[in-house]
């Protein structure tokens, strides 16, 4: 199941690439490609049951001490 989803998405960045070359958007092609390696990512996370950071994760960690000096007194 796993390399079935890396030939899938393999497949579809070279019909996408293949067009985007044609066009000569290397910068766009480029953020398809980082893209596409993301979404690889946490879909192997989905399968495989890993641990990937999610941006609701981000949020916490960015927000948590700053919630808890205006709300100190909340339960977190």
Known sequence: MVYLVAVIYV?????????MLMQKKKAELAV?????????????DVMLDLELPTPGMLLKLLFEKPSQWVFPNSAH
């Open 11 to 19: 497949g579809i960045s070279i019909i996408q690439g293949r067009s």
């Open 32 to 44: 398809y490609l980082i893209l596409m390696l993301i979404a690889l990512a946490y879909s192997y």
